[in-house]
């Protein structure tokens, strides 16, 4: 079963943006990204490729 999400369909607000950018610099994953900002994992990477971010490719 897919896990709920809390920030499912809600706009990202600058905050989040700026989290996003943090935790990519640092090195984290897609997974842990996601784990961190209660966002799906597809939400994450579609926001990082709007923003021209590179994520971590960890296993």
């Not at 989040?16 to 640092?26: F, G, P, S």
């Not at 990204?33 to 799906?40: L, N």
């Amino acid at each position: 079963m897919a896990e709920k999400f809390e920030r499912h369909r809600q706009p990202w607000t600058p905050d989040e943006i700026q989290k996003l950018h943090v935790l990519a610099k640092k090195g984290m994953g897609l997974k842990a990204i996601a784990k961190a900002m209660m966002r799906s994992e597809e939400s994450i990477q579609a926001r990082a490729k709007l923003d021209k971010i590179k994520l971590a490719k960890l296993r």
